[in-house]
């Protein structure tokens, strides 16, 4: 049998910082996109949408599954912000073990935790504002992940 590949593993040494997405907060913007890649070119990209209800609010999560940049994504699962994490609903077209929501799993807790990833592994935001989908032109927006106005009102 063969052994499976890791695509996602723990730290080792030698790591090289490839991660734009600085602060979890980001998640929870309402309109974050972002990609989770490898040295071997195996990516996924991720959106978060948020919906406001009456009494709460959820956070979406989607998996880009086909050709078109805007529309071709299928529903994964829910962000929860208070525990950093992914809970699957009865619509989830995905399990826990899957590779998408194991990448998913992975990368938010390398945010979360601010934690290096292994070299050629990447995470990166698509570089459009997470709240208002605005392009990102400052070093520092483009660092937070979120434009200058926004940050100012998500404080």
């Not at 040494?13 to 990609?35: C, M, R, V």
């Not at 209800?53 to 071709?72: A, H, I, Q, R």
């Not at 009865?90 to 945010?111: C, G, H, N, R």
Request: hydrophobic share 30%; proline share 6%.
């Amino acid at each position: 049998m063969e052994q499976q590949q890791n695509l996602f593993p723990q730290p080792t040494q030698n790591l090289q910082y490839s991660n734009s997405i600085k602060d979890p907060k980001f998640f929870e913007l309402g309109k974050a996109i972002f990609t989770v890649s490898n040295p071997t070119n195996d990516h996924y990209t991720y959106k978060i949408k948020i919906k406001k209800f009456e009494k709460n609010t959820l956070w979406f999560v989607y998996l880009l599954t086909g050709p078109d940049n805007n529309n071709s994504y299928t529903y994964l699962g829910v962000y929860i912000p208070s525990i950093h994490g992914i809970r699957l609903t009865a619509k989830s077209k995905y399990t826990t073990e899957s590779k998408p929501f194991q990448v998913l799993k992975w990368a938010i807790k390398k945010v979360v935790n601010k934690e290096q990833v292994p070299n050629g592994y990447k995470i990166q935001h698509e570089n459009k504002c997470g709240r208002c989908g605005r392009l990102l032109t400052t070093p520092e927006s483009i660092d937070r992940g979120i434009g200058p106005e926004c940050f100012a009102m998500h404080r």
